[in-house]
C-alpha cells in the first residue's frame, strides 16, 4: 500500500550544543518520507522554489520517493532557521522564510487521488485540506499540525479534524489546542472534535495513543546521544504511518507495532543532524533495534 504525504520541502539551518548544519534538506514531508520509505512506497506532495538544489531531488528518487506532485515555482524554497540549547526538547526559531509555500496549490496526479494511505504533515491547514478534498477514498488520513497553526488558523483546523481517522500531536500542541494540561483529558477532548485516534508525541517520555476503546502508551527508545531533534515528530508519523501501510490491517496489535516503529524510526533521527542517520537507514538496522526494544519495553 502506498502513502501519500503533503507537508513541507526545506531547507534547514540547525544549530545545536553539537554543531550546526547550514540550509540541509529537511521539511515536515521529508522526515516524514524517510521513515515511511522502509516500509512503503512514498508519494510526495510539496513545493520548492528554482533555488532548490537538484542534487536534493536526484537524493529522494535514489531512496525511492515518487515526485511526480513535487512542484517546483518560481521563487524560494521554505527555509527554517533554528537553535537547540541546553533543552534539546525545544527549539528555538531565529527565521522562517515561507516564500513559495505563500503560493501553493497541491495538484496530485490521478493514481496518487486514488491512494488509501494518506498523511497531512505540518503545513497550512488550507493546503492540507486540499489535499484531502483532491482524495476519492483514502482509508486512513492522519493528520499532523504544529502551535503556529493552532494559534493562527485554529477555525481551519478543527474543520479538518472532523475529517480525519487520526490526529498526531505532540504534548505541548494537545495542551494548547484542547485546552487541558493533563494529557488523557487532553486526548479526550481531542477526539471529540472528530479523530476516532489521538497519538501525543511526548518527546523522550515517548508516545500516548488514545481512543475510546484503546489505551496505550510506550516510552522512547532510550539513547544517550541526540544530537538534532528536528524532524523527529515527522520520521515517528513516517514510521508509525509506513508500518500501518505495510501491515494493511488496523487493529490494536498493528497500532501497538505502528508505535513501536515509529519511537525507533525517530531514536535513529536524533543521533545526527537532519538525514544524515535516516538517509543511511535500511529495514535491517530498524528490525533490529525494534528487537531490542521489544525486550526492553515490554513486561
Known amino acids: 500500500m502506498s502513502i501519500a504525504v503533503v507537508g513541507t520541502v526545506a531547507l534547514d539551518t ?23 520509505r522502509l516500509f512503503t512506497r512514498v508519494n510526495l506532495v510539496a513545493v520548492v522554489g528554482n533555488d532548490f538544489p537538484s542534487r536534493h531531488i536526484a537524493f529522494l528518487q535514489r531512496k525511492g ?16 532557521s533554528g537553535e537547540y540549547k541546553d533543552d534539546l526538547n525545544t527549539a528555538i526559531t531565529l527565521r522562517t522564510e515561507l516564500g513559495v509555500l505563500l503560493q501553493f496549490r497541491p495538484l496530485l496526479s490521478e493514481a496518487e487521488r486514488r491512494l488509501k494511505y ?15 478534498e483532491s482524495m476519492y477514498a483514502p482509508r486512513l488520513i492522519a493528520l499532523d499540525s504544529m502551535n503556529y497553526w493552532i494559534r493562527h488558523k485554529k ?15 505532540n504534548d505541548q500542541e494537545a495542551r494548547l489546542l484542547s485546552g487541558e494540561y493533563n494529557l488523557i483529558k487532553a486526548a479526550r477532548a481531542l477526539e471529540r472534535f472528530g479523530p476516532a485516534t489521538v497519538l ?20 522512547a527508545y532510550p539513547t544517550d546521544r541526540v544530537v538534532d531533534p528536528t524532524g ?22 498493528a497500532l501497538k507495532r505502528a508505535i ?17 542517520k535516516t538517509a543511511r537507514l535500511t529495514r535491517l538496522d530498524l528490525r533490529r533495534r525494534l528487537a531490542y526494544f521489544r525486550q526492553i519495553a515490554t513486561f
Open 260 to 276: 513501536a516503529c515509529g519511537a525507533v524510526a525517530a531514536s535513529f533521527n536524533v543521533e545526527a543532524f537532519g538525514l544524515e
Open 118 to 132: 494518506l498523511f497531512l504533515a505540518n503545513i497550512d491547514p488550507d493546503i492540507q485540506r486540499r489535499v484531502l
Open 232 to 253: 523527529a515528530g515527522d520520521t515517528f508519523a513516517g514510521g508509525f504511518m509506513g508500518s500501518l501501510a505495510q501491515s494493511k490491517t488496523i487493529n490494536n496489535s
Open 155 to 169: 477555525k481551519s483546523l478543527l474543520k479538518l479534524l472532523e475529517k480525519v481517522d487520526m490526529y498526531v500531536a
Open 200 to 219: 501525543i508525541k511526548k518527546g523522550e517520555h515517548g508516545v500516548l495513543l488514545y481512543s475510546k476503546k484503546f489505551i496505550f502508551s510506550i516510552p
Open 65 to 80: 520517493i515518487k515526485l511526480t506532485s513535487l512542484l517546483i515555482d518560481d521563487g524560494k524554497t521554505f527555509q527554517w
Open 14 to 36: 540547525v544549530k545545536t550544543p553539537l554543531g550546526k548544519r547550514v540550509q540541509m534538506l529537511g521539511g515536515s514531508a521529508v522526515h516524514f518520507a524517510m521513515a515511511a
